[in-house]
């Protein structure tokens, strides 16, 4: 049997030995190992398999995709980083290379697990904020419209066989090695909340990912940005905060999405 990573040289290129078998044998061959290839982006390859005859027939062949990620770096140099509040995420300072404050009107950004008032008014005089609205009681505080809803018990609990979920092909991500459909790489980070009270005109531009069920009705956000006041708020549904540290696709995430956050900020300093 002979295995290739496509679009990579002959150095991520194997043979396995095959042992005779009768039909509907399986036997196993071995293990296929490599170290990633030095990369700057993530990327999604495909590892391919060939099952070869005695006398070079092709009998038969797959392919599997695999997620290749690089390190993920700060998002800031230490020396001219920008303030994070980040009272219940303490990690993510480092993560993001982000100097950490513990009160709320010294921070640039704010990533917070609950939305409260204090926050609320802190948006409404012009601040940044990345909520993780993963708990059932994240939000305490009032934004008109916009609610998050547990998935247990609703329509969008997952249990309908045309429920699909997917991120939008938004050049915001940068860290994902795909867009489309939510696939393994997000088994860990599947939201139980959803983001309700945001119009159709809003997934145009707002809304960054979602879920569908039913005949491609009842649509609802997974992650979305609003402005609240003069401030900018991004909610997340994804299970970030206890993951960012081990899961590059959650690390990313929260890096891209505070980097767009802080856009304006930076054009400031």
């Known amino acids: 049997?002979?295995?290739?990573?496509?679009?990579?040289?002959?150095?991520?290129?194997?043979?396995?030995?095959?042992?005779?078998?009768?039909?509907?044998?399986?036997?196993?061959?071995?293990?296929?190992?490599?170290?990633?290839?030095?990369?700057?982006?993530?990327?999604?390859?495909?590892?391919?398999?060939?099952?070869?005859?005695?006398?070079?027939?092709?009998?038969?062949?797959?392919?599997?995709?695999?997620?290749?990620?690089?390190?993920?770096k700060p998002l800031f140099k230490k020396e001219s980083a920008m303030?994070?509040?980040?009272?219940?995420?303490?990690?993510?300072?480092?993560?993001?290379?982000?100097?950490?404050?513990?009160?709320?009107?010294?921070?640039?950004?704010?990533?917070?697990?609950t939305l409260t008032d204090d926050l609320r008014q802190y948006l409404l005089q012009g601040g940044r904020v990345l909520w993780l609205a993963e708990k059932n009681d994240a939000q305490q505080t009032f934004l008109g419209l916009i609610n998050i809803q547990p998935r247990q018990g609703t329509v969008w609990q997952g249990d309908w066989v045309n429920t699909f979920s997917w991120i939008s092909p938004h050049p915001l991500f940068q860290t994902l090695p795909e867009y489309g459909l939510l696939d393994l790489n997000f088994s860990e980070l599947t939201p139980d909340n959803v983001i309700l009270g945001l119009g159709q005109d809003a997934f145009?531009?707002?809304?960054?990912?979602?879920?569908?069920?039913?005949?491609?009705?009842?649509?609802?956000?997974?992650?979305?940005?609003?402005?609240?006041?003069?401030?900018e708020l991004f909610i997340s549904t994804f299970r970030l905060s206890q993951n960012m540290s081990s899961h590059p696709v959650a690390a990313g995430m929260v890096k891209d999405m505070i980097s767009d956050l802080s856009q304006g900020i930076i054009k400031k300093k």
């Open 1 to 72: 049997m002979e295995w290739h990573l496509e679009g990579y040289d002959n150095e991520f290129t194997g043979v396995l030995s095959v042992p005779p078998l009768k039909d509907y044998d399986v036997s196993l061959l071995g293990k296929i190992e490599f170290l990633v290839p030095s990369i700057e982006l993530p990327d999604r390859v495909q590892l391919e398999f060939r099952l070869i005859s005695g006398n070079g027939q092709i009998l038969s062949k797959n392919a599997l995709k695999l997620s290749f990620f690089p390190h993920v």
């Open 83 to 113: 303030s994070l509040y980040a009272p219940d995420l303490a990690e993510a300072a480092d993560l993001l290379g982000l100097r950490r404050v513990n009160d709320l009107a010294e921070a640039d950004v704010a990533l917070v697990a």
């Open 204 to 231: 145009a531009h707002q809304v960054y990912a979602g879920m569908t069920v039913g005949w491609v009705q009842r649509t609802v956000a997974l992650a979305a940005k609003i402005k609240v006041g003069k401030g």
